[in-house]
């Protein structure tokens, strides 16, 4: 009977854990969603003669992303690496010798031996340390720009999802873009993005065979004493 409580414990424990991953993963997916342009109150057509509102062309706007929902393509041109590397060596070597004490000029002797001592120690540490990590990540991801600061500047965040076969390659990038970063293709380089935060993962049944069990981590963290 305890044993069949203790099951159905834990199912219900897992299925609410699976519940809480799921609405976590909507919330996440939905703060992600492309930015929509602010919309703007319709002006009145202005038709004449020989000028049509409709048929009027734009010769002298920048192109360039600078209003909330405009599209802006990112150059993915990331390559970083980082090490680091440490040795530490100690020595210490203690020597004492004591005479014996003397007594109305002799010597203090025990058992016909003289009452010398000495004390000798030796300690000494060695230890090194090293440390190398590295990243590259190129390619391109296009954005929309969620929010124009107050300073011009352009707050944009945007994502992509490729689908194959069980698996789904997910790459998300948000950060903040100077206006005169932007080249005259409307693409930025992802070195001139601020506060970047660029996630490349997956979902799906390759993601999680390749994602250790939650007792194996348990096994694996700082938590156990052994």
Request: aromatic letters at 4%; one cysteine or more.
């Amino acid at each position: 009977m305890l044993l069949r409580i203790a099951s159905v414990s834990l199912l219900a424990a897992a299925l609410a854990g699976c519940g809480a991953i799921q609405e976590h993963q909507r919330l996440e997916d939905a703060k992600w969603a492309a930015t929509a342009p602010v919309e703007q109150a319709t002006p009145a057509a202005a038709d004449g003669s020989i000028y049509h509102d409709m048929q009027n062309m734009e010769l002298f706007n920048d192109a360039r992303a600078h209003r909330i929902g405009d599209i802006l393509t990112i150059n993915l041109v990331e390559a970083m690496q980082a090490s680091k590397k440490s040795e530490t060596t100690t020595s210490k070597t203690d020597k004492v010798n004591v005479g014996a004490p003397q007594i109305l000029g002799q010597s203090l002797r025990i058992a016909g031996q003289t009452a010398n001592s000495s004390l000798n120690s030796a300690n000494s540490f060695d230890g090194a340390g090293s440390s190398t990590q590295s990243n590259q990540l190129s390619g391109q991801l296009t954005v929309t720009v969620a929010q124009r600061l107050s300073n011009g500047n352009l707050l944009v965040k945007g994502e992509k999802w490729l689908t194959i076969n069980q698996g789904q390659e997910l790459i998300r990038i948000s950060g903040i873009v100077r206006a005169q970063d932007i080249g005259q293709d409307n693409s930025v380089d992802s070195t001139r993005v601020a506060d970047a935060r660029i996630t490349y993962t997956g979902r799906g049944s390759l993601n999680e065979a390749n994602t250790q069990g939650w007792l194996a981590k348990f096994f694996n963290s700082k938590w156990m004493p052994f």
